[in-house]
């Protein structure tokens, strides 16, 4: 089993940064991909970053070139780096973690991110 902790997130006005910290306990060595994804109030899930154990990215269209996602495989850790923050961007971020072994994947309690106009 893997537990995922979130920490970071808060209230921002827009164009100002923040930063998402995860760390991931447990059996770590079952992780493959991890990520961030978030939900905005009436609105389902959705992608925000990915990266893999071996540094490749991808990223939702609406936060390239704005957000960052970084991975500690040593400390078992990803970030999410968030600059230019638009009101949009305001949602509840999830740490994900996928099992290289297909188990279902593992998630994070959350953390808010508020952008004020």
């Known amino acids: 089993q893997v537990q995922l902790v979130e920490s970071g997130g808060g209230l921002v006005q827009a164009g100002g940064s923040l930063r998402l910290s995860c760390a991931a306990s447990?059996?770590?060595?079952?992780?493959?991909?991890m990520g961030w994804y978030r939900q905005a109030p009436g609105k389902q899930r959705e992608l925000v970053a990915t990266?893999?154990?071996?540094?490749?990215?991808n990223y939702a269209d609406s936060v390239k070139g704005r957000f960052t996602i970084s991975r500690d495989n040593a400390k078992n850790t990803v970030d999410l780096k968030m600059n230019s923050l638009k009101p949009e961007d305001t949602a509840v971020y999830y740490c994900?973690?996928?099992?290289?072994?297909?188990?279902?994947?593992?998630w994070g309690q959350g953390t808010q991110v508020t952008v004020t106009s």
């Open positions: 990266i893999s154990s071996g540094g490749r990215t």
């Open positions: 447990g059996s770590t060595f079952s992780i493959n991909d």
């Open positions: 994900n973690a996928k099992d290289r072994w297909f188990r279902p994947d593992y």
